[in-house]
């Protein structure tokens, strides 16, 4: 359980972080403040729930897009997330792609990273604890 709930919090700060780096590099996509949780939320419960159903339908139909199931997740959870919450706003096509390739890099370097300062943290934590 409490790796479950380790795992969702990284999933959703590097879901955060991707899309604060999208909303800071895009001009045409916007992120409102006043949302911002319901809006990471949204998406990475979206990113949960469509990874396995879109990877799925890639390896049924499509094998060569295993690959990219990835951004192709990234990409439909920005659209159904900006269609059910008023807190993200994209516009533009090159902003669509843009935003899905940069949120898709960013959470996949956060995802990667964010276990393993936790980690360095703890094991921190812990030495400190032992001397005393």
Known sequence: MIRFLISAAIFLASAA???LVANAVLDDMSVDAAS????VVVFAALQGVL????????????????????LVTTFVALIITSLVSDGLVISGFDTWVFA????????MI?????????????????????EA
């Open 51 to 70: 990874q396995p159903f879109v990877a799925k339908m890639a390896r049924q139909y499509a094998p060569p897009l295993l690959g990219g199931i990835g």
């Open 17 to 19: 972080i991707g899309l």
């Open 100 to 107: 899905a390739l940069i949120v898709w890099i960013v959470t």
């Open 36 to 39: 911002f949780v319901v809006v």
């Open 110 to 130: 956060a995802t990667l990273l964010l276990p393993l300062i936790f980690v360095k943290k703890a094991v921190g934590e812990r030495r400190g604890s032992n």
